[in-house]
């Protein structure tokens, strides 16, 4: 009656541990963060600062861009584009895909879209950016579900919870890419 017992105890024993250390592996890759509706982000991997509002409603996000050209690169479609707040930098990325946006105010337009990435709190957010003027908007950066949905929780009663460091963005950044 013992052996089935003591079977049981030890199966049960490694059967949590083994769970318990998965879920420290989970939390460790991917930690939580609660930040404001507006936070400052660094746009990567320029490293520009800029204020992004952070919108549970959208689902892409959306980049301040200007001078939007399309180009091919070795038979691929390109974009380059300029963006920043107070500097302006240009920028050459291959096109992921067009996206087009309704207004019920406007006609619906056709957006390029680009693979970019943030650093939020010191942690590296990859995502698809539409690209669009917004000089008209308060905000140069959306942030929309898509990449909000990869660890960031929003509380709509704070803003700039959270700050990056730029060394520590370059060095993630650069791990990232080995």
Same mark, same amino acid.
């Given at each position: 009656?013992?052996?089935?017992?003591?079977? !049981?105890?030890?199966?049960?024993?490694?059967?949590?541990?083994?769970?318990?250390?998965?879920?420290?592996?989970?939390?460790?890759?991917?930690?939580?963060?609660?930040?404001?509706?507006?936070?400052?982000?660094?746009?990567?991997?320029?490293?520009?600062?800029?204020?992004?509002?952070?919108?549970?409603?959208?689902?892409?996000?959306?980049? +301040?861009?200007?001078?939007?050209?399309?180009?091919?690169?070795?038979?691929?479609?390109?974009?380059?584009?300029?963006?920043?707040?107070?500097?302006?930098?240009?920028?050459?990325?291959?096109?992921?895909?067009?996206?087009?946006?309704?207004? +019920?105010? !406007?006609?619906?337009?056709?957006?390029?879209?680009?693979?970019?990435?943030?650093?939020? +709190?010191?942690?590296?957010?990859?995502?698809?950016?539409?690209?669009?003027?917004?000089?008209? !908007?308060?905000?140069?950066?959306?942030?929309?579900?898509?990449?909000?949905?990869?660890?960031?929780?929003?509380?709509?009663?704070?803003?700039?919870?959270?700050?990056?460091?730029?060394?520590?963005?370059?060095?993630?950044?650069?791990?990232?890419?080995?």
């Amino acid at each position: 009656m013992k052996l089935p017992l003591t079977l !049981f105890s030890i199966f049960s024993v490694l059967f949590f541990s083994a769970i318990s250390n998965r879920l420290s592996a989970t939390e460790q890759s991917q930690q939580l963060i609660t930040a404001g509706w507006l936070e400052s982000v660094l746009l990567q991997p320029e490293n520009i600062r800029m204020r992004a509002k952070l919108d549970t409603g959208a689902k892409t996000s959306s980049l +301040h861009a200007v001078d939007i050209k399309r180009f091919e690169k070795k038979g691929a479609p390109w974009v380059s584009f300029r963006t920043g707040v107070d500097e302006m930098v240009q920028i050459n990325l291959p096109l992921i895909r067009d996206v087009k946006i309704k207004d +019920h105010k !406007f006609k619906a337009a056709v957006r390029p879209v680009v693979e970019m990435s943030i650093c939020l +709190h010191n942690q590296i957010f990859t995502g698809e950016f539409s690209l669009i003027d917004r000089s008209q !908007f308060n905000y140069p950066i959306l942030l929309g579900r898509a990449l909000l949905q990869q660890g960031i929780i929003v509380d709509p009663s704070q803003t700039f919870t959270v700050r990056a460091k730029k060394k520590k963005c370059e060095i993630l950044l650069n791990t990232d890419e080995k």
